[in-house]
């Protein structure tokens, strides 16, 4: 990524500490609509609304910090995502992304498929009504209790992830009396993330079977053998912020590769191949994300490509999108607590989360944007990392911006698409009580994930 070091104003040295910096917007009180939920603008008084409801009343009813979901958002992206592919194929969100009760409603309501990949990731799914046979169950190391309530309760289909896992399930769906639908999760060589892919070696890893050394044509013909199984495809998942289409297609090639193999082994053609998710969002406006039309066109052409040089049947195409359908429709809004300029290198903000809200931070070095939010300033821009409370110098939630240099306690400010593993992967680290989930739609908002609070820890605590 291309980004210029740029001199933030007389409060910080001329040369700027090592680091990437966008050079700072020509005007702080402006909102990429590329990184900001669909609703969201700044109104009239300068204060940003989402839904039409201003963040500053939302900070009032509910506090902070806390994540805001934009619901008309997220309900235009599903259906994008389910339009673009159309009757052919079938869209799987992934509910590790972010899985709330309201949120597979919604994904029923707007004709989508859930992936869960824990027990209670399905209890989630099944407790809001979605229906078994649109869930897809996932997992590197599913217990017996987990399979035996995903068969039972008639899930579409179990993606198989290991020999063991092969044996397991058709043992379990055998002694219930079912046959249960699957797909094996494949490694095909290729890890890709954001504009790179690499094709060697990535077999190296705890998910799926190998393609290579013929480890998945033997997977694929245990499974064939055993009664309590119906073998319906292949799944390949090969990384995530993916905005490069070319690791899919050596993914598509290997994995059309094997189903070849697999009609002149055994005389059968799988009807399903699975891709997976890892489409990419924007979290900067440096990131140029592709919209769901465009990844559909370019995924069923490829398929269809190697299927026709193979000369097999097309299979019925599904992706597993979860960052690209919630990333972008929720920010997390926090209060600004201490502002400590650091002489010749930055500013640092304090805000009243941190690491315990976010981690992809730390976890990844994820990059994101962050924005005043509760009024505009005509101050100069200054350099800023943007941190939070805890108890450890790796607490970073932005690590390079700009906002303005009169910022100041108790100012509101935003770190937009933190829509897709932030809730999910929040901890309780010092005893943080984990924000809630406000959904935004039609005027008002209201709590889908409430605030955890003293009593909830204290709860757990039994000793
Ligand atoms: C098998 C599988 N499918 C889908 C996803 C969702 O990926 P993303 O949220 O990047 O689209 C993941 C993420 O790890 C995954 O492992």
Same mark, same amino acid.
Not at 172 to 195: C, D, K, N, P
């Given at each position: 990524?291309?980004?210029?070091?740029?001199?933030?104003?007389?409060?910080?040295?001329?040369?700027?500490?090592?680091?990437?910096?966008?050079?700072?917007?020509?005007?702080?009180?402006?909102?990429?609509?590329?990184?900001?939920?669909?609703?969201?603008?700044?109104?009239?008084? +300068?204060?940003?609304?989402?839904?039409?409801?201003?963040?500053?009343?939302?900070?009032?009813?509910?506090?902070?910090?806390?994540?805001?979901?934009?619901?008309?958002?997220?309900?235009?992206?599903?259906?994008?995502?389910?339009?673009?592919?159309?009757?052919?194929?079938?869209?799987?969100?992934?509910?590790?992304?972010?899985?709330?009760?309201?949120?597979?409603?919604?994904?029923?309501?707007?004709?989508?498929?859930?992936?869960?990949?824990?027990?209670?990731?399905?209890?989630?799914?099944?407790?809001?009504?979605?229906?078994? $046979?649109?869930?897809?169950?996932?997992?590197?190391?599913?217990?017996?209790?987990?399979?035996?309530?995903?068969?039972?309760?008639?899930?579409?289909?179990?993606?198989?992830?290991?020999?063991?896992?092969?044996?397991?399930?058709?043992?379990?769906?055998?002694?219930?009396?079912?046959?249960?639908?699957?797909?094996?999760?494949?490694?095909?060589?290729?890890?890709?993330?954001?504009?790179?892919?690499?094709?060697?070696?990535? *077999? $190296?890893?705890?998910?799926?079977?190998?393609?290579?050394? +013929?480890?998945?044509?033997?997977?694929?013909?245990?499974?064939?053998?055993?009664?309590?199984?119906?073998?319906? +495809?292949?799944?390949?998942?090969?990384?995530?912020?993916?905005?490069?289409?070319?690791?899919?297609?050596?993914?598509?090639?290997?994995?059309?590769?094997?189903?070849?193999?697999?009609? #002149?082994?055994?005389?059968?053609?799988?009807?399903?191949?699975?891709?997976?998710?890892?489409?990419?969002?924007?979290?900067?406006?440096?990131?140029?994300?592709?919209?769901?039309?465009?990844?559909?066109?370019?995924?069923?052409?490829?398929?269809?490509?190697?299927?026709?040089?193979?000369?097999?049947?097309?299979?019925?195409?599904?992706?597993?999108?979860?960052?690209?359908?919630?990333?972008?429709?929720?920010?997390?809004?926090?209060?600004?607590?201490?502002?400590?300029?650091?002489?010749?290198?930055?500013?640092?903000?304090?805000?009243?989360?941190?690491?315990?809200?976010?981690?992809?931070?730390?976890?990844?070095?994820?990059?994101?944007?962050?924005?005043?939010?509760?009024?505009?300033?005509?101050? *100069?821009?200054?350099?800023?990392?943007?941190?939070?409370?805890?108890? *450890?110098?790796? #607490?970073?939630?932005?690590?390079?911006?700009?906002?303005?240099?009169?910022?100041?306690?108790?100012?509101?400010?935003?770190?937009?698409?933190?829509?897709?593993?932030?809730?999910?992967?929040?901890?309780?680290?010092?005893?943080?009580?984990?924000?809630?989930?406000?959904?935004?739609?039609? +005027?008002?908002?209201?709590?889908?994930?409430?605030?955890?609070?003293?009593?909830?820890?204290?709860?757990?605590?039994?000793?």
């Amino acid at each position: 990524m291309s980004r210029s070091a740029h001199p933030a104003g007389p409060r910080h040295a001329d040369v700027l500490p090592e680091g990437h910096y966008a050079a700072p917007p020509a005007d702080l009180n402006t909102l990429d609509p590329k990184v900001w939920a669909q609703t969201v603008e700044r109104g009239a008084d +300068g204060v940003v609304t989402v839904g039409g409801i201003p963040v500053t009343r939302i900070a009032e009813e509910f506090g902070t910090p806390a994540y805001v979901l934009d619901e008309a958002d997220f309900r235009a992206r599903a259906r994008a995502w389910r339009d673009a592919f159309g009757q052919d194929a079938d869209v799987f969100y992934a509910g590790k992304a972010f899985l709330s009760r309201a949120v597979v409603r919604w994904l029923d309501e707007e004709g989508l498929n859930l992936d869960v990949c824990s027990g209670t990731e399905l209890a989630t799914a099944l407790s809001a009504g979605m229906p078994a $046979d649109r869930i897809a169950f996932h997992g590197n190391n599913k217990s017996a209790a987990e399979i035996e309530r995903a068969v039972h309760a008639g899930v579409g289909r179990i993606v198989l992830d290991s020999f063991q896992e092969i044996v397991r399930v058709a043992h379990i769906a055998q002694s219930l009396g079912r046959r249960q639908r699957v797909q094996i999760r494949i490694t095909v060589g290729v890890e890709a993330h954001t504009h790179e892919f690499i094709a060697t070696a990535h *077999e $190296d890893q705890k998910f799926g079977i190998p393609l290579a050394g +013929g480890q998945a044509a033997e997977a694929v013909r245990r499974a064939l053998r055993l009664d309590g199984l119906e073998l319906i +495809g292949i799944h390949s998942h090969i990384g995530s912020q993916i905005f490069d289409m070319s690791g899919f297609e050596v993914a598509a090639h290997r994995v059309v590769g094997l189903l070849k193999d697999i009609r #002149d082994e055994h005389g059968v053609e799988l009807p399903e191949i699975d891709l997976g998710g890892g489409l990419g969002i924007a979290y900067t406006s440096d990131d140029d994300p592709r919209e769901p039309h465009e990844i559909a066109k370019a995924l069923t052409e490829i398929v269809s490509r190697e299927c026709e040089a193979a000369k097999l049947r097309t299979p019925r195409i599904s992706v597993e999108p979860g960052r690209a359908v919630v990333g972008p429709t929720a920010f997390t809004l926090y209060e600004v607590g201490t502002v400590k300029p650091l002489d010749g290198l930055r500013t640092y903000v304090s805000v009243d989360g941190g690491m315990s809200d976010n981690i992809r931070t730390a976890l990844y070095d994820a990059e994101y944007s962050v924005a005043l939010v509760s009024r505009t300033s005509d101050a *100069e821009p200054m350099l800023v990392r943007v941190v939070g409370k805890h108890c *450890e110098s790796g #607490d970073i939630v932005v690590k390079d911006a700009f906002l303005p240099a009169d910022l100041a306690p108790g100012d509101l400010i935003a770190v937009p698409a933190t829509g897709a593993y932030c809730r999910s992967m929040a901890s309780n680290y010092n005893h943080a009580l984990r924000p809630p989930v406000l959904a935004v739609a039609d +005027g008002e908002a209201r709590v889908i994930v409430r605030r955890e609070t003293e009593d909830d820890l204290l709860r757990l605590d039994v000793g």
